[in-house]
């Protein structure tokens, strides 16, 4: 309980914090689902309404999601128009320094297929993409993004540095509160990570009983092992077409 208070402390704009305040703000079904048939019901429009007006009541600069989101809703499973003949200088690239709001899209491989580089979600402002990269991402795919106006951070040599990778949204970007937002496994790699400060969760009231589709939290198989993460309950409130607003602080992170 000591840590938790001590998380309670700390917030958006803490000069100790070398990172953002990092909020995973989720909406699910009663059965923990972040994916399924129960997203195209009538009972989520409610969970929906919800869920948008508190994400706009944290007031972030930015959200983040992981390659598949950012494919089911915003590049489609396009392929990116590569030219391999092309270079591109090493290091981080910053296209727009001043973006009111940013898209941030884990892509360790550079693989999206963008077509513009900015994204408009539902009622928030357009958002500047900013891509998180690593090693794995060739010269050509960062010469696309450049051609894109796309900014993108490198964050790793063979796998994703999540520490590094929020480190550098907040040096070069300015965001001080983030919003990251699926998938489930994008969330339990912050998690894991031990970058995550709260836990926002909207519940509608529907489940689909599916056995294949994402929960909340899912562990990747390249993931070493990690004892479960416990959180406190910081506050409970109903919301629209029955759904309830769950606000939990992280325990044993950082």
């Not at 995973?24 to 409610?46: E, F, N, Q, S």
């Not at 590569?82 to 001043?98: H, I, K, Q, T």
Request: with cysteine; glycine share 8%.
């Amino acid at each position: 309980m000591v840590s938790g208070a001590l998380q309670e402390s700390r917030g958006p704009g803490d000069p100790a914090m070398n990172r953002p305040w990092i909020v995973c703000h989720m909406m699910t079904a009663l059965d923990g689902k972040i994916t399924g048939p129960y997203m195209r019901t009538k009972a989520v429009d409610g969970a929906s309404d919800e869920y948008e007006r508190i994400n706009a009541s944290y007031r972030p600069q930015a959200w983040l999601c992981g390659r598949v989101t950012t494919d089911d809703n915003f590049t489609h499973y396009r392929k990116p128009a590569l030219d391999e003949d092309a270079s591109a200088p090493e290091g981080d690239y910053v296209a727009v320094a001043d973006a009111p709001m940013h898209y941030v899209s884990i892509d360790p491989s550079g693989k999206l297929g963008w077509d513009t580089n900015t994204v408009k979600y539902e009622a928030r402002p357009p958002a500047h993409v900013v891509e998180v990269l690593t090693g794995k991402a060739g010269p050509a795919y960062r010469a696309f993004l450049r051609r894109m106006g796309i900014s993108y951070i490198i964050a790793g040599t063979d796998r994703l540095d999540c520490r590094l990778a929020v480190e550098k949204l907040k040096s070069l970007f300015k965001i001080e509160t983030l919003m990251l937002s699926g998938g489930g496994f994008i969330n339990w790699s912050f998690l894991q990570a031990g970058l995550v400060d709260e836990l926002s969760l909207v519940i509608a009231p529907v489940a689909d009983g599916e056995n294949d589709s994402v929960t909340l939290f899912e562990k990747s198989s390249h993931l070493p092992a990690h004892l479960p993460v416990a959180f406190s309950l910081k506050g409970v409130q109903m919301g629209k077409g029955d759904s309830i607003w769950l606000r939990y602080t992280v325990r044993n992170s950082e």
